[in-house]
């Protein structure tokens, strides 16, 4: 059974971050860990009563297609009416159609209990979310007053529809055609891979499509942004007739199968009508709007779906009694807790997931911090923090998701790999959440070309250097944690000393850095985790002699675990990105 890690989440947004301060933007002026807390538990609730029994079921019967359109996994319909009658897609959203205004970091926190309860179900709001945010910051005035108010209320789902066949990561191949046709388009072409491109839970579905006005150049410039809406909107905004948007097929997939994977086919009689977003030409711009959106989100998946399957370990661990632990009495068997690498490796999942958390977490707030705060150095020094975390969010929590569900599965040992379990769902899940809205290795190249390369690194040493600074003061003075401290700020240096490194790279030869970026962005990931838990340590040393000393000791003893067998592989990382590069570099394709 999940339990949503409510207290845990609570010390993270309350006692590390201290989102309350955010209440003194004039924007998030309602906001208060009050609100964080009622809003919280009542995610908790759906999460665990509503979401989580689904779970499993949705795994084994999965969504289905027909030559009607695709139907949801059962119970999936009534789950999701329930999610709109709680207003949850209106969260976060534009007030001025119909939104709630909270800060991103308590949407961020939200979704993690969706994703941890049933990651399939939690994708597609997700990718709603994004839409709207894309058309908020983008649309027409008319194109948010007729779309916008049905898609906060959660009563039409949207999707974001990039891929084609020849075209996967590089959109500057996408072939889709647009043709003009008085005040709107006609759309001609064929998508993949489109994550709850249909489905029966909403009466329309808004498709944001990229494709190519006929006659624009070719390359990225050439790429528009169209909203395509399944069933066209009359101009009273009432549904008329089906738009000329059909799908083909739904793929057979590794793992979150209650999720339909679409092939969406465009114009296959008269084309499908599409309204022009913004200007020709800058959809992929615009489109990032709901990739950076999306990135975040999946960055939070990763953990999400390693924090259940911590769980389901952890109850494993406690119930299932195998052999004699070191110094017990003899002949006498116990619960697999007590073996000293079944703790290891239970530690191993709750440090790294607790250190993701921490940092996803972080960079939401910074994003909200560049949004409203009225000072404008600190909103400008936000947004470029934001943007620097959030390809390492994207990249190292998911990769970090997909060992410690692996984990999982080792720590039920030959159970584990017997789907009644339900620990290898967690593993086939979390599986994609490396892959797409862009792979760890497209991540690391944005991180280092795009984060880096834009402002010589300054971004990255203002970080290096708040980071050096705190710990530093903290190992001064809290006694219980200083060696926890003092191995963070070990870290720290040796990301220091490898930045130096691969900016040296970037500048001469490009390729050199790109071949050790992976270990690049795990280095930034594990370094800034491991500030984190060290704050989270000495936060916590302050009080654990109060009502709750078990909770802040476990975070103590999490943080010194973390120190002292997570932190190393930064030594290793970083000793791969001063020298790693030429072994890639100099060895010739054909001799791989």
Known sequence: MYRAPLREMRF????????????????FAEYSDELGR?????????AEGV???????GDVAGARWTPDGVVAAPGFRAAYEQFVAGGWPALGADPAHGGQVVPQVLVTAVGEFWGSAN?????????????????????????KARYLPKMVSGEWSGTMVLTESQAGSDLGLVRTRAVPDGDHYRLFGQKIFITWGDHDLTANTIHMVLARIEGAPAGVKGISL???PKVLVNADGTLGERNDVRCLSIEHKLGIHASPTCVLAFGERTGAVGYLIGEPGRGLEYMFIMMNSARLSVGSEGYAVGERAFQRA?????????????GADRGSAAPIINHPDVRRMLLMMKAQTEASRALTLYTAMQFDLARASPDAAVRAAAQARGELLTPIVKGWCTEIGNEVAGIGVQVHGGMGFIEETGAAQYVRDVRITTIYEGTTGIQSNDLIGRKLGRDRGVAMIAFLTEMKSELAGLAAVEELVDGTCRAALEAVGQLARATQALGKALA??????QAVSVPYLKLCGYVAGGWLLAKSAALAEASADGAEREFY????HTAAFYAAQVLPQAAALARVVESGAASVIETDAALI
């Open 314 to 326: 952890l109850d494993w661990a406690r119930s299932r009694v195998q052999g004699r632990p070191p």
């Open 119 to 143: 990651l399939a179900f939690k994708l597609g709001p997700m990718l709603t979310h994004g839409a709207v945010h894309a058309l908020e910051l983008t649309g027409s005035e008319a194109q």
């Open 38 to 46: 009622s809003v919280l538990e009542e995610a908790a609730r759906f």
């Open 51 to 57: 979401l989580e029994p689904l779970n499993r079921p």
């Open 553 to 556: 000791m476990a975070k103590i």
């Open 508 to 513: 001469t030869r490009p390729e050199l850095a």
């Open 12 to 27: 993270v947004l309350e006692e590390l971050l201290g989102a309350g301060q955010l209440s003194a933007c004039a924007l």
């Open 226 to 228: 169209f909203i395509v």
